[in-house]
């Protein structure tokens, strides 16, 4: 069993930056692929990164590329999303989770993967004013 615990969410400025941290108890951290979500208010749940057990793949949706960088620290059981230039369309909540489906550029641009994982976080409120 894996619990994950995300933390830093928080209420910043349109530009600002925010990181948000997973940080995972239990066995087995070091083998799964991680995976950040984020849903806003009436809006489906959707992928913003993934990152490979051994940080050895990183994948982004493309609303984020070039603002996002998610990195993984297993000597901390801890995987961060650090979210650069924010805009207000990316209020969520964000969560983490955790599970044997690698990652790809598929896991974040296509729907339906959420099912395949086997842990998650609370999740995390960020929101962007404008």
């Known amino acids: 069993q894996l619990q994950l615990v995300e933390s830093g969410g928080g209420l910043v400025r349109s530009g600002e930056s925010l990181r948000v941290s997973c940080t995972a108890s239990?066995?087995?951290?070091?083998?799964?692929?991680i995976s950040w979500f984020r849903q806003a208010p009436g809006k489906e749940r959707e992928a913003v990164s993934c990152?490979?057990?051994?940080?050895?793949?990183?994948h982004y949706t493309d609303s984020v590329k070039g603002r996002f960088t998610t990195s993984r620290d297993n000597a901390k059981n801890t995987v961060y999303l650090q979210m650069n230039s924010l805009r207000p369309e990316d209020t969520a909540t964000y969560s983490c989770a955790a599970g044997a489906v690698q990652c790809s550029e598929s896991v974040v641009s296509t729907p339906g993967w959420a099912s395949w994982y086997d842990f998650w976080g609370q999740g995390t409120q960020v929101t962007v004013s404008s």
């Open positions: 239990g066995f087995g951290f070091n083998s799964y692929h």
């Open positions: 990152i490979g057990s051994t940080d050895e793949n990183v």
